[in-house]
């Protein structure tokens, strides 16, 4: 049989035809994970659910799905997922070191909603805002289940209750904290600035004069051990106020920009709070360790050149004396920025 035959060309025709019809029908099927797909409305940048003791962070870029985080209160375990785009669509999903396909991915992301992403059921019903309402099963007790929403202004839910029927009762409640995208106003930049500028500036002043004090030649100077120790005293608690007002502003920062994706200047203050938690833990473990051998180098109960076992090579204030030098390089990055 001859291939040039009009029968026979007429039919690769259409074969030919069928199957680029079949190809652009699949390329037509692109896999999304965007806010859409999630039944979310406006731009959002981060969104926080909470499950009892399991947490899920989803974080966005363009209303896009950047990254995915799953952990359970104190456990190690946790499931984290960074979607990789290309010209806007997904070219990968990654695993922290590994390359996962959707399929997977949309199985384990599922675990995020009730009865297990609501496999296998016969029917879902919604509500005006599109979010399931009631869940159907086919012989299963209870094969009832109902879900009631608390929306904010933008009609996305921010409380979600699953009652199992009969009976109402109360099975799962997640609460849902969203991070809307937004422009970040100037005189918002300068409020952060001079909030930790203030910070930074107070405990540099603190620290300056344990630095130039704390040294081996205190040893028998009772005059300067007496004036270290009245000045660690009176200022401890605002060394331990600090800390705890720079972890406050951390936490406070990322309920309001998010942790990922931060503009250039958001980004600046990001750095200048890192340098400053670090400065302000510093400077609690260097008073705390010098409240209690001061007294005691006061007393005579102990020399500078003492040994602090099990390291023959470090002395009494050896961690001091780092932790003062750890200090002044972390005030100077800081005074780079």
Request: hydrophobic share 35%.
């Amino acid at each position: 049989m001859s291939f040039n035959t009009p029968i026979v060309k007429k039919i690769f025709s259409i074969v030919l035809l069928a199957v680029c019809m079949s190809c652009n029908s699949q390329q037509e099927k692109e896999v999304r994970f965007d806010t859409q797909t999630m039944n979310l409305k406006g731009n959002i940048k981060h969104i926080t659910e909470k499950t009892g003791d399991h947490t899920w962070d989803f974080e966005f870029e363009d209303n896009k799905l950047l990254l995915v985080k799953s952990y359970f209160l104190g456990a190690s375990y946790d499931m984290q997922y960074r979607l990789e785009y290309l010209k806007g669509k997904i070219l990968q999903i990654h695993s922290k070191s590994s390359v996962v396909s959707p399929e997977i991915f949309s199985t384990n992301f599922a675990m995020r909603l009730p009865l297990y992403g609501f496999h296998n059921v016969q029917k879902l019903v919604r509500n005006q805002q599109g979010d399931v309402v009631r869940v159907f099963y086919k012989n299963q007790t209870p094969n009832e289940y109902t879900l009631k929403y608390t929306y904010d202004k933008f009609n996305n839910w921010t409380t979600r209750e699953l009652y199992m029927q009969p009976g109402d009762y109360l099975k799962e409640r997640t609460e849902r904290t969203i991070l809307y995208d937004r422009k970040v106003e100037h005189n918002e930049i300068r409020s952060w600035n001079s909030r930790l500028d203030s910070v930074f500036t107070a405990a540099q002043r603190r620290n300056e004069f344990i630095a130039i004090s704390i040294n081996n030649s205190i040893e028998k100077d009772y005059p300067k051990l007496n004036q270290i120790n009245s000045y660690l005293n009176k200022n401890f608690e605002a060394v331990q106020a600090a800390e705890a007002y720079v972890n406050k502003l951390i936490v406070q920062f990322d309920s309001t920009y998010g942790k990922e994706n931060l503009s250039k200047e958001l980004q600046l203050l990001k750095d200048k709070m890192v340098i400053l938690q670090s400065i302000a833990m510093k400077e609690n473990f260097l008073w705390s360790e010098a409240r209690v051998y001061i007294p005691m180098l006061i007393s005579g109960e102990v020399s500078v050149k003492d040994v602090q076992e099990p390291y023959q090579s470090r002395t009494l204030i050896t961690a001091s004396l780092e932790r003062i030098s750890t200090i002044r390089l972390w005030e100077e990055q800081y005074r780079n920025k």
